[in-house]
C-alpha cells in the first residue's frame, strides 16, 4: 500500500498537479556568509528567539541576541555544558545582558537550530563560532514554516525543561 502511494505522489509530481512551495533556503559556509544571514534573521525577530546550540563563541551574534532582548523579544539560550565552558564562550556576556541561559548537563546538547517568532526554523550544521563561519564545510538551512518551527518550538521547550 505503501509503494502505490507513494508511486502516486510521484506521478502527480510529475505531472505537475502538485505545486511545491518554496519555503527553504540552504546555505554553505563559508561562501554564503551564514553568520551575516543569522545575525539578519534575528534581526527580524519581533516576538521571540529560541536557540539551542551546541557551541556559541560568536560576540556579533551575541549582540544581535542583546539588541533582540533590548527591543523587547524574548530571547532564550540553550548550550551543551562543555563547550559553555571554553573561555571564548558567549554563555557570561548572555547571562550578563540578562537573556535567559541554561546549560544542559545531563547530556550532550548537540542541536544546532533558532526559532524565529515561531515562524521560521534556522538548522544545519552551523555553529556560532567563526571557525564555521570562517573556515569549516557547514550548511545553514532556513525553514519558513509554521508547523515545522512550532514542532521545533516544542522540542526546545523540553529542552529548555530538561536542562532547567
Given at each position: ?7 502516486t505522489?510521484?506521478?502527480l509530481?510529475?505531472s505537475?498537479c ?5 519555503n527553504?533556503?540552504v ?6 556568509f551564514c ?8 534581526n527580524s525577530a ?8 551546541y ?5 556579533e ?7 533582540a532582548k533590548?527591543?523587547g523579544?524574548?530571547v532564550k539560550?540553550?548550550l551543551d555544558r562543555l563547550p559553555?565552558t ?7 556576556n548572555l547571562?550578563e ?7 544542559m548537563?545531563?547530556k550532550?546538547?548537540?542541536n544546532?537550530f533558532?526559532v ?5 526554523v534556522?538548522?544545519g ?5 567563526s ?16 508547523k515545522i518551527?512550532?514542532q ?5 521547550f523540553?529542552l529548555?525543561?530538561e536542562?532547567?
Open positions: 500500500m505503501h509503494k502505490i502511494r507513494l508511486l505522489i510521484i506521478l509530481f510529475v505537475g502538485v505545486q511545491e512551495e518554496q527553504a533556503e546555505f554553505f559556509c563559508p561562501e554564503d553568520e551575516e544571514r543569522t545575525i539578519t534573521a534575528i519581533e516576538n521571540s528567539v529560541q536557540v539551542a546550540m557551541a556559541f563563541t560568536s560576540h551574534l551575541f549582540e544581535a541576541l542583546k539588541e533590548e527591543r523579544v524574548e539560550v540553550i559553555a571554553s573561555k571564548y564562550s558567549q554563555k557570561q547571562t545582558s540578562g537573556i535567559s541561559t541554561r546549560i548537563l545531563q550532550t546538547m548537540h544546532k533558532v524565529i517568532d515561531n515562524e521560521l534556522l538548522t550544521s552551523f555553529n556560532w563560532t571557525n564555521a563561519d570562517e573556515k569549516n564545510d557547514e550548511n545553514l538551512v532556513f525553514l519558513a514554516d509554521k518551527a512550532s521545533y518550538s516544542e522540542e526546545f523540553e529548555w525543561i536542562a532547567g
